[in-house]
């Protein structure tokens, strides 16, 4: 099966708390892309970062790191020092073969809500 | 530069209604898909084409066609609206060769459809 599991539905923090919110995938393909989406209150989608499965480096931009662990199946995500911005439903994604072409699995989202 | 655009933005539609979406794209990428979204489901993939001419069934196709004349514009039919097609569609492209946003998914505002 070729699926992205997101447990977490919905996590409240207390702003400046550190948050990680956890994206499970499942894929047969060895080459395969990560994703990481941000859906605002405003309802559209942003992209936050993509990553490779040939790169296994951690990534940090800002308070955003992202942890990607192939031996574990998983592309965390953690907001360090949580704001109210940062409240917003958080998709992680996964891009593989389908088809003869590719297409894109998304997990169910992670509400994550902080509170002032 | 706009990006994704979709229309229309909202619409309420009764049972046995016909209707189209519209999405435009202008940033020359070949791929593009429509995504309906439901809550606690995430994104699933209910058409995509892989170029001019070119669509394919995704995940949730029934109930839905599609049509991509020209590069730029992909657009999704509903033949006999029903209730369980209520939700919110998303329509994204991507570019499936060279440059730094290598299979990112740019997304549009989305369209909020109700059918009573």
């Known amino acids: 099966a070729q699926k992205v599991t997101q447990a977490q539905t919905e996590i409240s923090v207390v702003e400046k708390e550190d948050v990680t919110l956890d994206c499970v995938y499942e894929?047969?393909?060895?080459?395969?892309?990560l994703f990481w989406y941000k859906q605002p209150p405003s309802g559209e989608l942003v992209f936050l970062i993509r990553?490779?499965?040939?790169?296994?480096q951690n990534e940090i931009s800002g308070r955003y790191s992202w942890n990607f662990q192939k031996s574990t199946s998983s592309f965390n995500f953690t907001i360090t020092a949580s704001q109210v911005v940062d409240s917003a439903v958080y998709f992680c994604?996964?891009?593989?073969?389908?088809?003869?072409?590719?297409?894109?699995?998304f997990g169910t989202g992670t509400r994550l809500k902080v509170l002032a | 530069n706009a990006g994704v655009t979709q229309t229309p933005k909202f619409r309420v539609l009764k049972t046995g209604q016909s209707m189209t979406l519209l999405c435009a794209q202008d940033?020359?990428?070949?791929?593009m898909y429509w995504y309906r979204q439901d809550p606690g489901m995430g994104l699933r993939l209910i058409h995509y084409?892989?170029?001019?001419?070119?669509?394919a069934k995704g995940e949730v196709p029934d109930g839905y066609n599609v049509s991509r004349l020209k590069k730029q514009n992909f657009l999704l039919g509903l033949e006999s609206a029903a209730p369980s097609q209520t939700s919110v569609y998303f329509c994204?492209?991507?570019?499936?060769?060279?440059?730094?946003?290598?299979?990112?998914?740019?997304f549009g505002p989305g369209t909020r459809l109700t059918v009573t």
């Open positions: 994604a996964l891009r593989v073969q389908y088809a003869g072409t590719y297409k894109y699995i």
């Open positions: 994204a492209s991507s570019r499936t060769s060279g440059g730094p946003r290598l299979y990112e998914q740019y």
């Open positions: 940033m020359n990428h070949e791929y």
């Open positions: 990553r490779n499965s040939f790169d296994e």
């Open positions: 894929t047969r393909d060895t080459t395969y892309y």
């Open positions: 084409s892989v170029g001019e001419g070119t669509t």
